[in-house]
């Protein structure tokens, strides 16, 4: 005898989730469903191995991009005065200021114009001042904030190039950060937007060592 087990629905899933949480002290603090993966993370004392399983565990996926809980993801804001689309036939070069505590979840640029004959290298490093000053610090650098486009044909207008880092990185930034973005290989034309994905963290200016209060 073939036995067929349906899959969860989300809303199915996040019930589940919920019933676990609210007998633990963690129920008063829920009032949204949104809020059950933040929860879970919290639950697991920040351990992002246990959050990660526990996440995998209901949702099949893992804790970043599960389903609602991330709705407060947001786009960094470009220096004033960016000139934008950015395009890509040079190396050319948009900042992006850090503002409050947050943790980049993935980095990513949009097609304008269609980039022709070769295939986009664009580099996002996060640097300690705004504007890009001082030097490239943390995990956001050449290696692991390397955005690539696979073929020239998925530089179509309207496509977007992204690459996920919340996965498997902790890329914190803080107030005072900035986050660059330049073109690092050409192509023949084309421009586009480029975008750094955040998600923002409840932490105070008082715990910044750089933070200096107005008086």
């Given at each position: ?25 963690l129920?008063?603090f ?28 209901y ?34 070069v ?87 973005a ?18 923002p ?15």
């Amino acid at each position: 005898m073939n036995i067929i087990v349906k899959p969860f629905s989300m809303g199915q899933v996040l019930n589940r989730v919920w019933g676990f949480i609210k007998h633990t002290p963690l129920e008063p603090f829920i009032s949204h469903r949104a809020q059950v993966l933040p929860a879970a993370y919290l639950y697991t004392k920040g351990d992002r191995r246990y959050a990660q399983d526990f996440a995998e565990a209901y949702f099949g996926q893992p804790l970043r991009g599960a389903g609602s809980a991330w709705e407060s993801r947001l786009g960094l804001p470009m220096e004033p005065g960016a000139t934008c689309p950015l395009v890509t036939t040079g190396a050319n070069v948009i900042n992006f200021n850090v503002l409050d505590f947050c943790e980049v979840l993935s980095i990513r640029f949009a097609w304008q114009v269609a980039g022709t004959v070769t295939a986009l290298v664009m580099d996002f490093d996060k640097y300690p001042s705004p504007t890009a000053v001082g030097s490239v610090v943390d995990k956001l650098d050449g290696t692991n904030g390397t955005l690539t486009a696979p073929t020239v044909a998925g530089q179509a207008i309207g496509n977007v190039l992204y690459k996920d880092l919340g996965n498997t990185l902790a890329i914190e930034l803080e107030p005072g950060n900035s986050v660059q973005a330049i073109v690092t290989t050409t192509t023949t034309a084309g421009s586009g937007v480029p975008a750094v994905i955040v998600v923002p963290h409840p932490e105070t200016m008082l715990n910044l060592s750089t933070a200096i209060l107005s008086s």
